[in-house]
């Protein structure tokens, strides 16, 4: 199974680009990447996923070198409202295969006025 | 309209006690999960379900149990609870083929004193 590793907390200001890597060296060749944003006292939220390459949508935009070992979640000009915890995750994307449904312990991103 | 609602949000209950927690979904999915978030915040996957199989984490004591009436509720009972059971618990629901995507409930509060 394919474990993740990301920083445990992150500051930024609002305005800001946040950047946040996650490390997953032992990808498998089935394996998607995935993040999810946890707002306090609320169940997390999909935010991203992605194979290879870029991935853009009107949340965020999701950057996969060629070698899929890392990955790094892009937050354009982030708001207060994106305090949060953000978790990264890779499985082959089948429901009900625990392949894909590990939780790492996430990033706490603070943004600051 | 809730996509995947759980109830009660809080349960506070004593020791030896048996209770259960409900999930519902109306999203059409095929697959439910149930998670628990610690103290510590670690988001751990506990059982997935579908219609073909259930996958139980192997570190769920066997006093928790899925029962599903249909596909789109599947309820977590747990008998005689203990302290350590007290976390907040989360459902969620996919389907098979984009398990990466799940959809959280608001999660169930319980206390075990």
């Known amino acids: 199974l394919a474990k993740t590793t990301q920083p445990i907390s992150m500051d930024s200001y609002e305005g800001q680009e946040v950047n946040i890597t996650c490390s997953h060296n032992n990808i498998a060749t089935n394996d998607y990447i995935t993040w999810y944003q946890q707002f306090p006292s609320q169940g997390p939220r999909f935010i991203i996923q992605?194979?290879?390459t870029k991935v853009t949508n009107e949340v965020a935009s999701l950057f996969i070198p060629a070698d899929r070992k890392s990955s790094t979640l892009s937050l354009p000009r982030v708001s207060l409202s994106d305090t949060a915890v953000y978790y990264c995750?890779?499985?082959?994307?089948?429901?009900?295969?625990?392949?894909?449904?590990?939780f790492g312990k996430g990033t706490k991103l603070s943004v600051k006025p | 309209d809730t996509a995947v609602s759980q109830t009660p949000k809080y349960l506070v209950t004593q020791m030896g006690n048996d209770k259960s927690i409900k999930c519902e979904q109306n999203l059409g999915h095929d697959t439910m999960y149930w998670y628990k978030q610690d103290s510590k915040k670690f988001l751990k996957i506990m059982f997935s379900?579908?219609?073909?199989?259930?996958?139980i984490n192997e570190t769920v004591p066997n006093r928790f149990s899925p029962k599903s009436p249909d596909k789109a509720h599947l309820n977590l009972h747990i008998n005689s609870l203990e302290l350590g059971d007290s976390a907040v618990y989360f459902c969620?629901?996919?389907?098979?083929?984009?398990?990466?995507?799940?959809?959280f409930g608001p999660g169930t509060r319980l206390t075990v004193l």
């Open positions: 379900y579908n219609n073909k199989e259930l996958i």
């Open positions: 995750l890779v499985g082959d994307g089948y429901g009900g295969s625990q392949g894909n449904l590990i």
């Open positions: 992605g194979y290879k």
């Open positions: 969620a629901s996919s389907h098979y083929r984009t398990g990466n995507e799940q959809f």
